[in-house]
């Protein structure tokens, strides 16, 4: 039986972690894990062996590094084709005595895809695709996608698995604590992005023990319906007598096993620290048990990086902005030609706060290349907000590439009826996980009858359906005309409506501001229809959430129509208005000061703008360090604030340091005309053996926006070489990170190497594998688990 036919009616139980084992028989800390598949084929077919002798159901082969980028950082850049095969080969020759299956193990790449880092959508879809090329010719049972943190980089993985071959893929995120990947994505929109990419599974694995897993386990199993694996670490990492000890014990870790089969997994195994009798007591506690059987009934979902938006048939009606599109805005338009984003950003904003769940995103202006100011919008808008969009062009190749930049499940603004939109946007629906609009017209127009827009619709579905594309990703938008010029097409439309929500079970939608062109008070007439469109069933309106009146009658008219049972929503909305900004006119443009201007661009990451904001402020007569002290340093402490509260993620985190650090690119002549201020100086590097430095990286950038010097020595980084240049630039502070945890062992090193030297240097430790606890017992003088936190530690030590 294939892994599809035993997956999710049965419990299966996954190995436990290989670095642990290869540590054991003597893997040298910086060594390529990876190498050691064509170096010691024997022990890597022997820690398979022990693990199936455990209970195993599936192994993982020893190729969560085995990727260009990760394995370029030993030197074997050209070696993947060769690790992944001889892998394969290992872990089949190893399983097939005891006829468990094998899937191929694929880590992260290390680094962020734009607009977070530099790396393209493309540049991660070919590394992904050639090892999932050679993963599939080497006869795998499945693919297993583990340890990704970014939605944006398992989605360029899962469309390259798709590609590769017809092989199923199991999508497993890392969460911490609060319950979201370290890019902010929670348990809910991880699942509806992976489901709608075609992932068979959805996981979660690394980071923390089982015991923080919990909560994430359970909302998986509200979130969906496809299997759910669960490979939490054996405990958090302590380092005993030089040793990395995960002190979970195996009868622990079988009891959350079993209580997570209750919560809906059917995948069980473990992480870091995992052994082979681990496993075996994993196996023991759910061997007899049967996965629960989970049918919850989902709407169209649609998702932004941190978001996910419920568009359901009975549920809340939903409000799609439609501000961000330039037809009719000559500013709009005139920005989309210069390159700027300004209005975009402010408009997008506005809308979210004016009640907008969605965001239209529409550059349609001639003579401008599209894909470039498509992309421009799209990164702008999705730092900015969390509502996911809907990416609304005619062109293919742009909609193509708004959807490789986007990190989340957007909606594609449209397909319809007509033989050329359906061959060449289904596709892309299914290939990038998205769902539809779909317009009820054709070749031949549009039907004038309720009934010939059904059959449309009804075409549209089976076809999108024969494609893979499920019904409730689908939202048929049943037209309206102008009521001035054709006012027998109004009821047509509210017949539609009913009629395609009873026949065809989807959910729909309609660009409600169509109905009053070329009549006064259009206003009036927008909302009187749009109340008559919620009570034939609207599901969701594209409209100017700035108009307050749009906004009232979709509140009250979800009351009337009973899809506001109790009025719960109206309530909470009225009694919110206190604390809400009143939508302003859509011409009215509030006026900022030069500093407010710069405070905003901090704040919202507006690093395109930030220069033109700065040369204005220079010519108001401002100084430099007014500049600095009374707008830039202010926005990027609010930043931190919003992110310590939960309010802002690492997105926004990222962008803000990224503007705050072309300020100072700018400002740096100016204040050098001045007296010095300088907070200190920091080494910061990735310790030895180690080739991870996103955080780092971003400690970085967040330690000099506040005053630092910092000399950054990158990633695996011998010990000698920091204290070298510590003391040589009579540095403050030391900066040491580490991801894994056979790395850990250099901290206390450098720690004691700089008190055996009588050092005057303090030394913050963090990463992904470091704890509070393990940075005391090492004598650490701090600990800092994020960027926004290095900072606070790192000004305390100054004395700042």
Not at 516 to 525: A, E, K, M, Q, T
Not at 611 to 630: F, Q, R, V, W
């Amino acid at each position: 039986m294939t892994f599809r036919d035993r997956v999710g009616k049965e419990i299966l139980v996954v190995d436990g972690a290989m670095g642990t084992l290869l540590q054991q028989k003597g893997l040298p800390s910086g060594w390529c894990p990876e190498e050691w598949n064509v170096s010691q084929p024997e022990a890597v077919k022997d820690i398979h062996r022990l693990y199936l002798e455990a209970g195993a159901d599936i192994i993982t082969t020893n190729t969560f590094g085995a990727i260009s980028t990760k394995l370029e950082e030993y030197g074997y850049g050209h070696s993947v084709r060769d690790f992944n095969l001889a892998a394969v080969r290992l872990a089949k020759e190893a399983a097939q005595p005891f006829g468990a299956m094998v899937a191929g193990s694929v880590g992260p790449l290390g680094k962020f895809l734009q607009p977070l880092g530099t790396l393209s959508f493309d540049e991660a879809y070919q590394q992904f695709y050639e090892q999932c090329r050679c993963l599939v010719e080497a006869g795998v049972d499945l693919i297993l996608f583990e340890t990704f943190g970014d939605i944006g980089e398992m989605r360029a993985a899962l469309v390259a698995a798709a590609d590769a071959g017809d092989i199923p893929v199991v999508a497993s995120f890392t969460f911490d604590e609060t319950g979201r990947t370290f890019t902010g994505t929670d348990p809910e929109t991880a699942a509806v992005v992976a489901e709608g990419l075609g992932a068979v599974a959805i996981g979660v694995n690394c980071s923390v023990g089982p015991k923080q897993l919990v909560s994430v386990v359970k909302k998986l199993g509200q979130s969906t319906n496809i299997p759910i694996l669960v490979s939490p670490n054996a405990g958090m990492p302590e380092i005993v007598d030089g040793r990395t000890v995960f002190r979970e014990m195996p009868e622990t870790m079988a009891q959350y096993a079993a209580s997570f089969v209750e919560y809906g997994a059917s995948l069980l195994g473990g992480c870091c620290g995992t052994t082979p009798e681990h496993i075996q007591a994993i196996k023991g506690s759910v061997k007899h048990l049967q996965p629960v059987k989970r049918s919850r009934q989902f709407g169209l979902r649609v998702a932004s990086r941190v978001k996910t938006v419920a568009i359901e048939p009975n549920g809340i009606p939903v409000a799609i902005g439609e501000r961000l599109n330039p037809t009719g805005k000559k500013a709009l338009q005139a920005e989309i030609r210069e390159g700027k984003t300004e209005i975009t950003r402010r408009d997008a904003l506005a809308q979210v706060q004016s009640g907008a769940a969605i965001l239209d995103v529409n550059v349609g202006v001639g003579g401008v290349d599209q894909i470039a100011a498509m992309e421009r919008a799209v990164n702008a808008v999705q730092i900015l907000v969390d509502a996911p969009l809907c990416i609304d062009s005619t062109d293919p190749k742009v909609i193509e590439h708004a959807l490789k930049i986007y990190h989340g499940k957007a909606i594609i603004n449209s397909v319809n009826g007509e033989e050329h939109s359906l061959e060449t946007i289904l596709p892309l629906a299914k290939k990038y996980g998205a769902a539809l609009i779909a317009l009820t017209l054709d070749d031949a127009g549009i039907p004038p009858t309720a009934v010939e827009r059904l059959a449309v619709a009804r075409k549209i579905v089976e076809r999108a359906e024969a494609v893979g594309i499920p019904r409730e990703d689908i939202m048929v938008d049943c037209l309206v005309l102008t009521v001035s010029a054709q006012p027998e097409g109004v009821p047509e439309t509210l017949k539609a409506i009913t009629m395609v929500k009873r026949e065809l079970g989807t959910t729909t939608s309609l660009g409600v501001s169509n109905v009053s062109f070329g009549l006064p008070n259009r206003g009036l007439i927008n909302a009187a229809f749009f109340a008559m469109a919620l009570y034939a069933g609207l599901d969701a309106a594209i409209l100017n959430p700035q108009e307050q009146r749009m906004m009232e009658t979709l509140r009250a008219s979800a009351v009337l129509c009973g899809r506001d049972m109790r009025a719960e929503q109206y309530i909470a909305w009225e009694q919110s208005k206190d604390g809400r900004v009143t939508p302003a006119k859509t011409e009215e443009v509030k006026a900022f000061t030069p500093l407010e201007m710069l405070y905003n661009a901090v704040l919202s990451g507006d690093k395109d703008n930030i220069i033109s904001y700065i040369e204005k402020a220079i010519t108001d007569g401002l100084a430099p360090m007014d500049i600095l002290d009374k707008a830039l340093i202010p926005g990027i402490e609010e930043v931190g604030k919003k992110y310590g509260e939960g309010k802002f993620f690492l997105p926004q985190l990222m962008m803000a340091g990224e503007t705050m650090t072309k300020s100072f690119e700018r400002l740096r002549p100016e204040l050098a005309k001045g007296p010095a201020k300088k907070t200190g100086t920091v080494v910061l590097a990735t310790v030895k053996g180690d080739i991870h430095d996103i955080g780092k990286n971003i400690v970085s950038v967040m330690l000099a926006n506040h005053g630092f010097d910092v000399i950054d020595l990158g990633k695996n980084v011998d010990n000698q070489e920091i204290i070298k240049v510590a003391e040589e630039r009579q540095a403050e502070i030391i900066g040491l990170s580490a991801l894994m945890t056979t790395t850990m062992i250099h901290m206390p090193q450098i720690i004691d190497t700089i008190k055996e030297r009588g050092l005057n240097c303090k030394v913050i430790v963090g990463g992904a594998a470091v704890t509070e606890q393990y940075a005391r017992e090492i004598g650490a003088h701090g600990y800092a688990e994020d960027a926004v936190e290095a900072v606070r530690v790192a000004k305390e030590l100054v004395g700042l």
